[in-house]
């Protein structure tokens, strides 16, 4: 598990993060969201012991950084933005020399580099020079250099920016293979890819931690229905509007004549459904579809980081 408490990072009079409290639990895996220059990169170089934080701490599994900076560090691959990698040594070569420096012991580094070029599909090209590899490839041989000395946590800063359509898609796929036996903290600004991928998001906006959780806790409980029923929008609107715990009723396009579809915006734990149903069978308008309307990160996101100042 990796903990960040109350970490401030400034450079110079900028103050890159402010006091985030982030607790990640082993086994998730967690994307990283926030706007250009909103401290995400910051963030992930405090938790990989890349530099310490001006204020606060950074633990892995209970040790720290500071003061154990081997130990936490050997628990912790990572794949920078741009990831250093030796464009003339062959893919094997590097991921050699890199599971030397990870203290993997000589006897064990053919094996282990076999293993790692089979996870992350490098066979075919584990004799090639480096910098004879597409992009696509190269990011792998960077995923794959982290895996080096097998860390339990994997950290990925922004591993799918600049990579063509089926490349990102390669390496989605990868990072979904690598989650089910690594922790996985991961960068992006692509908040699809982190809806499909997380299993915990952490949402950073200047410097601030604002939201942390499951998707299903940053979504939270819905105050918004989706309604279709059988009747004339003329009939049912004015009595869904009266109905008590509803705030808002905003009609939706169906394009069939004779069904009206709305949202109903509710009351903060308004429990609606005993009424509307009893409301409905009075009107003699069959109900085709009632179901919570959840807001998307997308939305979520947008919403956390529309101020100037971070809420
Ligand atoms: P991006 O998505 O653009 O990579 P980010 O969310 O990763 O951005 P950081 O790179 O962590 O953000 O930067 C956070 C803030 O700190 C930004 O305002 C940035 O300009 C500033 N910053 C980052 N590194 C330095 C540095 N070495 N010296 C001064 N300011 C810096």
């Given at each position: 598990?990796?903990?960040l408490?109350q970490a401030?990072?400034?450079?110079?009079p900028?103050?890159?993060?402010?006091a985030?409290?982030?607790r990640?639990?082993?086994?998730?895996?967690?994307?990283?969201?926030?706007?250009n220059?909103?401290?995400k990169?910051?963030?992930?170089?405090?938790?990989t012991?890349?530099?310490?934080?001006?204020?606060g701490s950074v633990?892995?599994?209970?040790m720290?950084?500071?003061?154990?900076?081997?130990?936490?560090?050997?628990?912790?691959?990572?794949?920078?933005?741009?990831?250093?990698l030796?464009?003339?040594?062959?893919?094997?070569?590097f991921?050699?020399?890199?599971?030397r420096l990870?203290?993997?012991?000589?006897?064990?580094?053919?094996?282990?580099?076999?293993?790692?070029c089979?996870?992350?599909?490098?066979?075919?090209?584990?004799?090639?020079?480096?910098?004879k590899?597409?992009?696509?490839?190269?990011?792998?041989?960077?995923?794959a250099s982290a895996?080096?000395?097998?860390?339990?946590t994997?950290?990925?800063?922004?591993?799918t920016?600049?990579?063509?359509?089926?490349?990102?898609v390669?390496i989605?796929?990868l990072?979904r293979?690598l989650?089910?036996?690594?922790?996985?903290?991961?960068?992006s600004?692509?908040?699809?890819?982190?809806?499909?991928?997380?299993t915990?998001?952490a949402?950073?906006?200047?410097?601030?931690?604002?939201?942390?959780?499951?998707?299903?806790?940053?979504?939270?409980?819905s105050?918004?229905l989706?309604?279709?029923?059988?009747?004339a929008?003329?009939?049912?609107l004015?009595?869904?509007?009266?109905?008590?715990?509803?705030?808002?009723?905003l009609?939706?396009?169906?394009?069939?004549?004779?069904?009206?579809?709305?949202?109903?915006?509710?009351?903060?734990?308004?429990e609606?459904?005993?009424?509307l149903f009893?409301?409905?069978?009075?009107?003699?308008?069959?109900?085709?579809?009632?179901?919570?309307?959840?807001?998307?990160?997308?939305?979520?996101?947008?919403?956390?980081?529309?101020?100037?100042?971070?809420p």
């Amino acid at each position: 598990m990796i903990e960040l408490c109350q970490a401030t990072k400034r450079y110079g009079p900028k103050e890159a993060l402010h006091a985030v409290d982030l607790r990640i639990p082993e086994g998730c895996v967690l994307g990283l969201l926030g706007v250009n220059g909103a401290g995400k990169t910051t963030a992930l170089n405090l938790m990989t012991g890349y530099f310490p934080p001006t204020s606060g701490s950074v633990r892995v599994d209970g040790m720290d950084m500071l003061t154990q900076p081997r130990a936490c560090k050997r628990r912790i691959g990572y794949l920078p933005e741009q990831p250093p990698l030796y464009d003339e040594m062959s893919v094997a070569g590097f991921l050699t020399f890199v599971s030397r420096l990870r203290e993997v012991k000589d006897r064990d580094i053919p094996g282990h580099v076999k293993d790692i070029c089979g996870l992350c599909g490098l066979e075919e090209v584990a004799g090639r020079p480096v910098g004879k590899l597409s992009k696509g490839y190269r990011q792998r041989v960077g995923i794959a250099s982290a895996l080096c000395g097998d860390p339990p946590t994997l950290i990925l800063d922004e591993p799918t920016v600049g990579l063509d359509p089926r490349q990102v898609v390669e390496i989605r796929s990868l990072i979904r293979t690598l989650g089910e036996t690594h922790t996985v903290v991961f960068s992006s600004h692509l908040l699809p890819e982190v809806q499909q991928l997380c299993t915990r998001v952490a949402i950073l906006h200047q410097g601030r931690l604002v939201r942390e959780g499951s998707l299903e806790e940053l979504q939270g409980g819905s105050r918004r229905l989706r309604l279709e029923a059988l009747g004339a929008p003329e009939k049912l609107l004015p009595a869904l509007r009266g109905l008590p715990g509803v705030q808002r009723v905003l009609p939706q396009e169906t394009g069939e004549a004779g069904v009206t579809a709305v949202l109903l915006e509710c009351e903060e734990k308004a429990e609606i459904s005993e009424a509307l149903f009893r409301l409905l069978c009075a009107l003699d308008a069959p109900i085709r579809l009632l179901a919570p309307e959840r807001d998307s990160l997308e939305e979520i996101f947008l919403r956390l980081t529309a101020g100037k100042e971070a809420p």
